[in-house]
């Protein structure tokens, strides 16, 4: 059965941190991402990890998390972590782990779609 169970989300005032985890089992996964929901806004994507390279991808718009938020996986590759430094009130979202089977080519790995399992979510508030 495979599953992945995020965890480390919670309440945590502007400028601080967290770090999620995402617990992979049940199938080998050649790509991983972090997705976010804000209330009454549409799921985005945040960032994204090949663990048997190493390559990192983050979302490249407006006031990107690029350069506050590092995407990385464990040893065993079963692990994806989402350290969160310097955090805002509009990082406040239910974060949500991805998995995919297959990777397409890096022009995808932003994509809902791309990703064929997911987690539950975990709830991120930042305090302002």
């Known amino acids: 059965q495979v599953q992945l169970v995020e965890s480390g989300g919670g309440l945590v005032q502007a400028g601080g941190s967290l770090r999620l985890s995402c617990a992979a089992s049940?199938?080998?996964?050649?790509?991983y991402a972090w997705f976010r929901q804000a209330p009454g806004k549409e799921r985005e994507f945040v960032a994204a990890?090949?663990?048997?390279?190493?390559?990192?991808?983050?979302?490249d718009v407006a006031d990107s998390v690029k350069g506050r938020f590092t995407i990385s996986s464990g040893n065993t590759m079963n692990m994806v972590y989402l350290q969160m430094n310097s955090l805002k009130h509009e990082d406040t979202a239910v974060y949500y782990c991805?998995?995919?089977?297959?990777?397409?080519?890096?022009?995808?790995?932003?994509?809902?779609?791309?990703?064929?399992?997911w987690g539950q979510g975990t709830q991120v508030t930042v305090s302002s």
């Open positions: 991805a998995a995919s089977t297959a990777y397409r080519g890096r022009w995808f790995v932003s994509a809902q779609n791309e990703y064929n399992y």
């Open positions: 049940g199938r080998t996964f050649s790509t």
């Open positions: 990890i090949r663990p048997s390279g190493g390559a990192t991808y983050y979302a």
